[in-house]
T-cell receptor, first 115, second 113 residues
Framework: DGGITQSPKYLFRKEGQNVTLSCEQN?????MYWYRQDPGQGLRLIYY???????QKGDIAEGYSVSREKKESFPLTVTSAQKNPTAFYLC??????????????FGPGTRLTVL | QKEVEQNSGPLSVPEGAIASLNCTYS??????FFWYRQYSGKSPELIMS????GDKEDGRFTAQLNKASQYVSLLIRDSQPSDSATYLC?????????????FGTGTSLTVIP
């Protein structure tokens, strides 16, 4: 099955802990993205990567970090510096990234709750 | 002004009716437009893409694009209760060094049996 997988589906974090969310795709897409979704606020871009070993900050990168060591993987770390991390985190990928007809596809999401 | 704007709703229609969802965008030179459906607690699912002025039909869904008015809409014919979801409009815009996706905040649709 081709697609985007995210794990875990649910994640609980204590205050002060770093946690890492996994995102893997087997679509051979060049670009990958991380979004955060809060109720009533739509999708906000955290980080994106258009090529291996390169990534760019989105609109709300503070308190988050990413890596892109392999084309198919784009993990997101939520650090203790993120003051309000409870949210639904969505990973997406697209074929070329930065192209005018690029289309994004989403993984199933990870719901993070800070206790 | 936000890059992509939608009415948040909620929009309620009876089963079998036509649901009309609207979206406006800020960048006149945008070329790609998308509609995603998101069920409660789930991730967005791409249902339509449109690149040229006019209508594009796929089953019960029709996307309409008017670049001069910077307006894109989604019509759902013969609405079913299973269409109840939030619909996100997305636009691929040229910004800075390359194209970026911008999403609206979504319109909540309820189809009443």
């Amino acid at each position: 099955d081709g697609g985007i997988t995210q794990s875990p589906k649910y994640l609980f974090r204590k205050e002060g802990q770093n946690v890492t969310l996994s995102c893997e795709q087997n679509l051979n897409h060049d670009a990958m993205y991380w979004y955060r979704q809060d109720p009533g606020q739509g999708l906000r871009l955290i980080y994106y990567s258009q090529i291996v070993n390169d990534f760019q900050k989105g609109d709300i990168a503070e308190g988050y970090s990413v890596s892109r060591e392999k084309k198919e993987s784009f993990p997101l770390t939520v650090t203790s510096a993120q003051k309000n991390p409870t949210a639904f985190y969505l990973c997406a990928s697209s074929d070329r990234g930065g192209h005018s007809t690029d289309t994004q596809y989403f993984g199933p999401g990870t719901r993070l709750t800070v206790l | 002004q936000k890059e992509v704007e939608q009415n948040s709703g909620p929009l309620s229609v009876p089963e079998g009716a036509i649901a009309s969802l609207n979206c406006t965008y800020s960048d006149r030179v945008s070329q790609s437009f998308f509609w995603y459906r998101q069920y409660s607690g789930k991730s967005p699912e791409l249902i339509m893409s449109i690149y040229s002025n006019g209508d594009k039909e796929d089953g019960r869904f029709t996307a309409q694009l008017n670049k001069a008015s910077q307006y894109v809409s989604l019509l759902i014919r013969d609405s079913q209760p299973s269409d109840s979801a939030t619909y996100l409009c997305a636009v691929n815009m040229l910004k800075g060094n390359g194209n970026q996706f911008y999403f609206g905040t979504g319109t909540s649709l309820t189809v009443i049996p």
